[in-house]
């Protein structure tokens, strides 16, 4: 599925780095050729975007499967797959397998596990995988909680120009709890944790980062404390960097009143205060990277007692209309929310996308911002409707998605 | 079908199934004052015929409740069993420990076949928190709560109120609730679903609830539902109405939370001596099963003017009775309970 001949998209809105402008894009050859006041050429194919916002393609960093319908309906042209994978993506083998996997119309980069079965103890063959079309290094769902085991990655990774995609909860603190500690947790009766728990956990991690020279991406930094930690190390200069998902900036705990196992998600969802902090977190730039999390589950994992379902969301497909809320309540711009779901996550990957950038693959989303529509479990596109967004109106819509230049069609 | 006469108290609460307007009982939170209270009067009349001779009722002849345990229980399993079959119905007991359940059946799948065995009530306890919540939303019978991991035990809560609803009146103290009392909670805060059922229940009828426990045993967040947070024993003794103790859940624990139940006992453990602090005609209360010598002491646990544990144990009959009355008249058609399903 190679672009056959060059497309010039016309009549749109230009998502670019300095601000939206009116304009066109021309394809070739699977890249951005030229952008702007461009107009189509003799032999071109034509698409009138009427108007919509010619956007970037999402990347989207730190899905849980490969879920095709699901990352087309959201616009996603690529997506970092978590090691947590059955089987895990702990030998060159499976990732090279999985880097392979999605091509042509969506490229998939496996992220390394940390360690050999995600165990935290030994650390797993990084420079094969990363050979083999590995794009990071993930320690999963878990924490490393054998901080001479930590250092000892980070410098590895820092050795082989490898970003560490970390999570950031404190493995004994949090035990067996599935929600944050406070008036909720105790009200329903749910075993829970401290949010200091992410905290604690990211304090080490900033320190050995440091002690080791390494970039390290928080997957998901989703407390006041937390993300102070986050500010300040940005402040001292150091390569770190935050993600969140929009569970996070959208939802409290006291979604879990009624036990609804779609607001299960990990870490779990905090006080409102929390809520409220990464909102702020993400105007004002601490937060680098904005990520669907995406983890379909079906019933045999949700329909189950709180405490006894799997954590998770599928959250593909309302990626971009939630991160649209933000840009709609003022808190950023049209190219700042571009930047969270397909720019910065590129650039930590180190891939020539994300951006309109000439040369740049030709990974566009045309998107209507106001279009709305219902968010409903029963009927999305994912392999499971497990969203905690469900029954939820929302607005902004993927209208055509290409990739390398061809268009996605259903 | 014939019906005892019901209680004096009809005035204070709306007609008919306005009174109990609940399908299911799934926890204290979900009730109001009026309804717990309408609960307590209608369990006064199962008091009565539960200390006659011959104890029993044919209101609920015919019907059939399940009783579905998947956590071990001998008292609240025991009692809920009575309580069905004084009262007539055909009651059947399912143990989880000899199910499917440990055949990997999920618990919707449970759910779905009790609810196809046309069960007419169906009692549940499980380990997870809101698990009856989810069974209740899965069948179409009545679904009560015998206790759902550390979310809520209402049928406890309820109980509990009416023991000391009586004792009190024995005493000539014939308030209509209980403001003004202070009450102390002691023990294992953090893993029991009795402790919460109680705070919301007691606090309902107008009584100030003291929770007592070490800060690894005290869940965050209490002081916002309107308790008052102790960890010294003796300060949370000192004037107390009532003292009710909680036993150690070690089978929640994960992880050590007590240095040692000799340690434990020095700090929480209600001896004579310092149930001196509370006032001098302090009632006892434990919902059981006891751990003697570590939470409390056998001269305090049998005081005879003082403990009246074992008539939370008598009461928690007339209680239940009174819930699967009140939850199946509309099934059995009760005038001004709805049409029958």
């Known amino acids: ?410 | 079908m014939t019906s005892l006469p019901t209680s004096s108290h009809a005035a204070r609460y709306p007609a008919g199934a306005q009174a109990f307007p609940h399908r299911d009982l799934l926890g204290i939170g979900q009730l109001e004052r009026h309804e717990i209270m309408f609960l307590l009067d209608e369990a006064e009349q199962w008091v009565r015929l539960n200390r006659q001779p011959t104890k029993h009722n044919d209101l609920l002849a015919g019907l059939t409740i399940i009783n579905a345990f998947f956590e071990n229980s001998t008292r609240t399993l025991l009692s809920f069993e009575i309580a069905g079959k004084r009262l007539g119905a055909d009651v059947v007991n399912m143990h989880a420990a000899q199910s499917s359940v440990k055949k990997g059946e999920t618990l919707i799948d449970t759910a779905i076949t009790l609810n196809a065995m046309r069960a007419d009530a169906i009692v549940i306890r499980h380990g997870s928190s809101g698990a009856t919540g989810l069974i209740a939303s899965k069948v179409e019978c009545p679904v009560l709560n015998a206790g759902d991991g550390q979310h809520e035990h209402p049928t406890q809560g309820l109980l509990d109120a009416l023991a000391l609803r009586q004792a009190l009146r024995e005493r000539g103290e014939a308030a209509d609730d209980f403001t003004g009392l202070v009450i102390v909670i002691c023990g294992d805060i953090l893993h029991s679903r009795v402790a919460r059922s109680n705070l919301l229940c007691l606090q309902a009828l107008g009584a100030t609830v003291r929770l007592c426990a070490p800060p690894a045993l005290m869940p965050t967040g209490v002081a916002a539902m309107g308790a008052e947070v102790f960890h010294d024993f003796d300060a949370a003794l000192d004037g107390a109405d009532v003292v009710m103790m909680l036993r150690l859940q070690t089978e929640r624990m994960s992880g050590q939370f007590i240095a040692s139940e000799r340690e434990y006992h020095h700090l929480y453990g209600l001896t004579q001596k310092r149930l001196a602090s509370a006032q001098s005609d302090a009632l006892v209360m434990h919902p059981g099963p006891m751990n003697r010598g570590v939470e409390i002491d056998s001269e305090v646990a049998d005081m005879i003017d003082r403990s009246i544990i074992t008539r939370q144990v008598e009461m928690g009959v007339a209680i239940r009775m009174a819930c699967l009355d009140v939850l199946t008249r509309r099934a059995r058609g009760v005038a001004g309970w709805g049409e029958r399903p």
Request: proline residues 6%.
């Open chain 1, 1 to 410: 599925m190679k672009q056959q001949r060059p497309l010039t998209i016309t009549n749109g809105r230009l998502v670019a780095a300095d601000g939206l402008r009116e304009g066109a894009i021309r394809l070739v050859d699977g890249r951005i050729d030229a952008l702007g006041d461009v107009t189509p050429q003799d032999g071109d194919d034509v698409h009138d975007a009427k108007g919509q916002l010619i956007a970037p393609g999402l990347v989207d960093l730190g899905v849980f499967a490969i879920d095709k319908p699901a990352f087309r309906f959201g616009g996603i042209t690529r997506a970092a797959l978590m090691p947590d994978q059955s089987p895990l993506l702990d030998l060159p083998s499976r990732v090279s397998y999985i880097a392979k996997s999605g091509k042509p119309d969506l490229w998939v980069h496996p992220l390394a596990a940390a360690t050999r079965g995600l165990e935290g103890e030994q650390i797993a063959e990084i420079a094969l995988m990363r050979q083999a079309g590995a794009r990071g290094i993930a320690t999963g769902r878990r924490w490393i909680a054998d901080t001479g085991v930590m250092l000892r990655l980070l410098q590895y990774a820092a050795m082989l120009d490898l970003t560490v995609i970390a999570h950031a909860e404190d493995a004994a603190l949090v035990g067996d709890a599935v929600a944050t500690a406070g008036e909720i947790a105790t009200r329903i009766g749910l075993p829970a944790a401290p949010a200091e728990a992410e905290s604690l956990a990211l304090a080490r991690d900033i320190a050995l980062a440091e002690l080791a020279g390494a970039r390290i991406h928080f997957r998901q930094v989703t407390t006041r404390a937390g993300l102070e930690l986050i500010r300040q190390a940005k402040g001292r200069g150091l390569p770190v960097t935050a993600g969140v998902t929009p569970a996070h900036f959208m939802l409290s705990d006291l979604a879990t009143v009624d036990f609804r196992t779609f607001a299960r998600i990990s870490p779990p969802l905090r006080c409102e205060d929390d809520r409220q902090a990464v909102r702020e977190a993400i105007a004002d730039g601490t937060v680098d990277v904005v990520s669907s999390g995406h983890d379909p589950r079906g019933p045999e994992d949700k329909r189950l007692p709180f405490a006894d379902a799997e954590p998770g969301m599928a959250g593909a497909e309302t990626l971009l209309a939630m991160v649209l809320t933000l840009v709609r309540d003022n808190l950023l711009d049209m190219s700042r929310a571009f930047d969270l779901v397909a720019g910065k996550p590129a650039r930590l990957l180190g891939l020539e996308a994300g951006a309109l950038i000439a040369g740049h693959d030709a990974d566009i989303a045309l998107v209507d911002p106001e279009k709305p529509w219902i968010i409903q479990s029963l009927r999305m596109e994912a392999t499971a409707g497990n969203t905690p967004f469900d029954g939820q109106p929302t607005q902004g819509r993927v209208i055509a998605l290409f990739k390398g230049g061809v268009r996605l069609t259903d």
